[in-house]
Antibody, heavy 121, light 108 residues
């Protein structure tokens, strides 16, 4: 079964850092692009960041550029999101998603169930 | 950045009715890199349509997508009870990828 399982979400104070992880199984991880998408409580979907199969192509939303870093470890079938200088507006459910192809420019055909990040003092 | 506008924010319809959900882009979406997702409360989004008109695996044929350039549409030919949900369009042809604000299809 194709599966993505996010972890690492927590309650953190503004200005602190957090690292999210996404464990993939049931497919050949290094054949596909991967993304992070977030959803603030009661709000819509917001693309955060994505990267291609070999990390050769990476993109970020303007709202997180310079603060968040996406990475992957194909040997461990894992995707990561390092977040620094967290702000209250980063509070959201963070989803990991897989693309249809090796590029980051493709639709998201598999999603995890999300991990919650709450930024509050 | 390509801004996607989904209006209306809410559609009130009855089971068996046809639903037409528009998505307008602020600039042309290249090669129809446009997708539609369905999200139900407490669940992750599910891919319905990609490439503007291609149904994802396992999606019933009552769901169809059309359009090109800046105007796209998701059509549900006959609403089933399980179709009442929020629908998002997404452009994925260039960075930053963006989502529309969503249209909620609710039971009238």
């Amino acid at each position: 079964e194709v599966q993505l399982v996010e972890s690492g979400g927590a309650l953190v104070q503004p200005g602190r850092s957090l690292r999210l992880s996404c464990a993939a199984s049931g497919f050949t991880f290094d054949d596909y692009g991967m993304h992070w998408v977030r959803q603030a409580p009661g709000k819509g979907l917001e693309w955060v960041s994505g990267l291609s199969w070999n990390s050769g192509s990476i993109g970020y939303a303007d709202s997180v550029k310079g603060r968040f870093t996406i990475s992957r470890d194909n040997a461990k079938n894992s995707l990561y999101l390092q977040m620094i200088s967290l702000r209250a507006e980063d509070t959201a459910l963070y989803y990991c998603a897989k693309t249809y192809s090796a590029t980051l420019y493709d639709a998201f055909d598999v999603w995890g169930q999300g991990t919650m990040v709450t930024v509050s003092s | 950045e390509i801004v996607l506008t989904q209006s209306p924010g809410t559609l009130s319809l009855s089971p068996g009715e046809r639903a037409t959900l528009p998505c307008r882009a602020s600039q042309s979406v290249s090669s129809s890199y446009l997708a539609w997702y369905q999200q139900k409360p407490g669940q992750a989004p599910r891919l319905l349509i990609y490439g503007a008109s291609r149904r994802a695996t396992g999606i019933p044929d009552r769901f169809s997508g059309s359009g090109s350039g800046t105007d796209f549409t998701l059509t549900i030919s006959r609403l089933e009870p399980e179709d009442f949900a929020v629908y998002y369009c997404q452009h994925y042809g260039s960075s930053p990828l963006t989502f529309g604000g969503g249209t909620k299809v609710e039971i009238k």
